[in-house]
């Protein structure tokens, strides 16, 4: 267990008992990686990307799936520049405007495939390629040699990802090296984490759930963190069973499709289970109740954002008691709950939730705008709404801001309705999330025409220019959209009107 929360550097983070400790192990491979050998691939790669003229501060764009080349690109271009991971289910346009948003100057893929990612870099970025060999060593193809590297400060930018408001494009979230280990640590410590810790890594490592809960989290310990190429409900108590697993993160989606398979009793792979974590999404106490009785642990949910660099608060292991509809304490951040004239408000009483802490981001990256929003008087403002209890337990009652929330992959409407009144048959458009049995939200749109399409059409136009999970399911077309006297879109009214034709 951790004691010090003193910020570190990344690859200082990783505390094994031993060097010979085994950090990370691929399912379905022979490959067990060691924290000394773990640590020496980070120092080569990172020298690499030097040789490919990284340098501090500089973006390295990272469009692997999970696997041990994208924890190695990971940590490594945190030491070299400042990793800039994305999701490789991406479209090229996506990848265009992530890439140039950040102004990634290179790219690692894997070898084969990523033709969307490729594509988006043209002859501007420098493209690598990473895989990882029988042995266990990732090989990055692209450059040769090695160069020597100046060790980030802690105060450097590790790590940058997009967020999204309600309005306008994704904004950009730098988190230090100290904002993300102290996150790792405060983890580390509210779940009593340990070297002994087997972690099944099920979140993906371009989100900040994968990255920090997770990975950093448990490298953080010395633990060993187990690293499928992807989430699978028909293999995962195998493989729990095969390598001991402890605990998972992950959010209520994933949980769901585990307890859609499970069997009579509990399942195999579960008895070393001493608790299951919840969060990037609200996790109905049902399903809660229901994952306790099926898989015999506790199912803690937890609170969290990436302006936070992931954990907000948590409820606590056993002895003391997890609240079903909670999300739980402040977890080494200071958490309240915020009036419209910047109050603190009275446990009860119910206003947009605020957060205070290392771990939290200063500002968001030239987006002064975005600034003056989200701080005030030392507080960042989450867009949340909720309230706390007598015992300091947080329960969030609705979202401030507009965002769709799809299986923990949280995105602005707006990003869609650019790309529905783009097309030229579409004189207005508006989307917004509908609830999902599985999903939580799933997209649907309402558009009002200028000339006749299909809504067939118009969803195929959309999933051209937009990744799956960010592509509307349904596409009403009506004569009129809501407004108020402003002009605004009531998205909120138009969402409650369609609800109803949700799957």
């Known amino acids: 267990m951790i004691s010090s929360s003193e910020p570190l550097v990344l690859v200082d983070l990783l505390q094994p008992t031993s060097d010979r400790h085994t950090a990370i192990a691929i399912p379905g491979t022979d490959i067990r990686v060691t924290y000394g050998s773990l640590r020496s691939q980070i120092e080569s790669l990172a020298e690499a990307l030097a040789t490919a003229g990284v340098a501090r501060g500089d973006r390295v764009g990272i469009a692997l799936p999970n696997g041990l080349p994208a924890v190695v690109c990971f940590l490594a271009a945190s030491v070299a520049g400042t990793a800039a991971p994305l999701n490789p289910a991406y479209t090229e346009e996506e990848f265009r405007f992530y890439l140039n948003d950040t102004g990634a100057r290179t790219l690692i893929v894997p070898r084969d495939g990523a033709e969307a990612a490729r594509k988006a870099a043209g002859d501007r970025i420098r493209i690598l390629t990473a895989e990882a060999a029988p042995t266990g060593i990732v090989q990055l193809s692209g450059t040769s040699g090695r160069a020597s590297i100046s060790i980030p400060s802690k105060d450097d930018v590790a790590l940058v990802l997009h967020t999204s408001g309600s309005t306008g494009r994704p904004k950009r979230v730098p988190l230090t090296h100290a904002n993300l280990s102290i996150s790792a640590r405060n983890i580390a410590r509210w779940y009593t984490l ?154 009860g009483q119910r206003g947009e939730v605020v957060i205070k802490g290392p771990n939290v981001i200063r500002g968001y990256e030239n987006n002064p705008e975005a600034n003056v929003q989200a701080f005030f008087d030392g507080w960042f403002r989450t867009g949340d709404e909720g309230f706390l209890d007598r015992d300091g337990y947080l329960t969030l009652v609705a979202r401030i801001k507009e965002l769709i929330n799809r299986g923990g992959e949280k995105f602005a409407p707006r990003e869609i309705d650019e790309v529905l009144l783009a097309h030229p048959a579409v004189a207005e458009a508006v989307t917004f999330g509908v609830p999902h049995a599985t999903w939580g939200e799933e997209v649907a749109a309402a558009v009002v025409l200028r000339d006749t399409a299909t809504e067939e059409e118009l969803m195929a136009h959309c999933r051209e220019r937009l990744a799956d999970f960010k592509s509307p399911k349904r596409i009403h077309i009506t004569e009129r959209i809501p407004r108020t006297a402003t002009g605004k879109i009531q998205r909120r009214m138009v969402a409650e009107a369609y609800s109803q034709d949700a799957s």
């Open 194 to 347: 340990g070297p002994d810790d087997v972690s099944l890594c099920v979140m993906p490592l371009f989100h900040v759930h994968g990255l920090v809960a997770s990975m950093l989290a448990t490298l953080a310990t010395g633990g060993t963190l187990v690293v499928p190429p992807k989430f699978n409900p028909l293999s995962f108590w195998r493989v729990a069973r095969d390598h001991g697993v402890t605990w998972f993160s992950a959010v209520p989606t994933l949980h769901q499709l585990l307890l859609a398979r499970r069997g009579a009793g509990r399942p195999s792979g579960s008895e070393k289970l001493r608790f299951i974590r919840s969060c990037s999404a609200s996790l109905p106490p049902r399903v809660m109740h229901e994952m306790e009785a099926s898989f015999g642990a506790p199912v803690l949910e937890a609170y969290g954002m990436t302006e936070a660099a992931h954990q907000i608060a948590s409820n606590p292991l056993p002895p003391s008691e997890h609240k079903a509809g909670s999300v739980g304490c402040g977890a080494d951040v200071s958490v309240g709950v915020m009036d419209e004239e910047g109050n603190l408000l009275p446990a």
